[in-house]
């Protein structure tokens, strides 16, 4: 079986899971939209300080929301050791965790499809005009985001206190990534708004980076 | 449990295979030559090393020192293509309990890309009695119906070498006796089993050759083609 159909069916499994048990997404939307809401309350920002302080505090609240949905990712698995019968089966090593990471940029592409709206609401932040370029920021940051997230949640998986564990492991590792995608954002947001390629190649640099190194390394992360 | 015809059966070949859990080790230099068909009874006290073993057989955890070699009657099987020959039964249920049993053996229909994987599954379900409570949830179902799908899951694609760790847990006398039948089956149809159990379990009956494990080493082998009666009896007494 090919690495890009076992990790379809995979996926399938993991939504179907999420659909019917709906542990990650609700946790994930509810607490970042908690974020973005208190933030708002406590700083009340004008539109010049919203342009200039948003793109921060919308990135920290995927991270947060990532971190919240990445934790369980493989850890779920843990119950009645599914991670061996999926290990078991005649299906690449990589696509196990690729379906990991798909699952996890979907549920995070949802959430944000909540998130971004109400904080353009709440901090009057107009995006009309740079939604497409938005996407593109968000699809680059959001990958490189679930491709960590996803191979660190592999690695503390069998850790004892692996809800510790990851960010720990994982905020080190993301901070070019979040610098990256936060002056992106930012740029977005400037008057007038523009779509920096500087940080973008950083962005899809650290994503090939990423997925290639965690591709070479599927079968260490998998064994016990 | 299923009409369609069962892959060629393949042995194992460990040679001074090792084992350690940090200070602690699990498998002490173990050599064992285990050949296709036979049904071979796993025997130990708790810790002897049995379920090690049975890991390190499925190609979930590599020996820290040594070498596992798969053989069919052809010649030397490759890990990759013995991987999909290989059913196991865990301790676990290895199952999604919030998956229905249907569901459950669909996916793993799906990665194992089996054809008339539809038909199968039924065919499975129906054998294990579960039939009637395919559609529920594997977490409403009692331990004894956890274990029967299980075996069900192991053996949905026919595997040549069964790898069996106290399959009889959790079962009801009903239940041992499906998994005797089934387990008398699969000897008919030539496939290689390694069942870990306790020497009192009534499925020995079927073993063609019995092991015992002490310490992480074989301590008694009835021997390939030999009775394992006279060691299993002994084994009786001793427990």
Redesign the interface.
Known sequence: ?TTPH?AW?LLT?EL??EL??RELLNATIVFSLIVVVLFSFAFDPTAAEARRYGPGLLWIAFLFAGSLMLNPSFAREQ????L????????PPFALVLGKMLANFLFLAIAECVLVPVFSILYNVSLAGIVWRLIVVLFLGDAGLVITGTVFSAVSAHARMRELLLPLLLLPILAPLLIAAVEATASLFADPPALDRTWLSVLAGFDVVFLTASWILCDYLL?? | MSSHSPAPAIGLRFESVSKRFGTFTALRGLTLEISPGEFVALLGHNGAGKTTLLRIASQLMHPSSGAVTFVSQNGTVSPDQARRLVGLVAHSTLLYDDFSAVENLKLFARLYSLDHAEERVAQALESCGLGWRATSPVRTFSRGMRQRLALARALLHSPGLLLLDEPAAGLDRQGLAWLGTTLARLRGDGCTVIMSTHARNESLELATRAVNLSGGRIDRDSGSGGDPRPLLSSLREEA
Request: glycine share 0%; proline share 5%.
């Open positions: 079986m076992a069916i499994k179907r899971l019917r048990t119950a009645n050791d599914t061996d019968a999926l290990r078991l089966a005649p299906v064994e016990e």
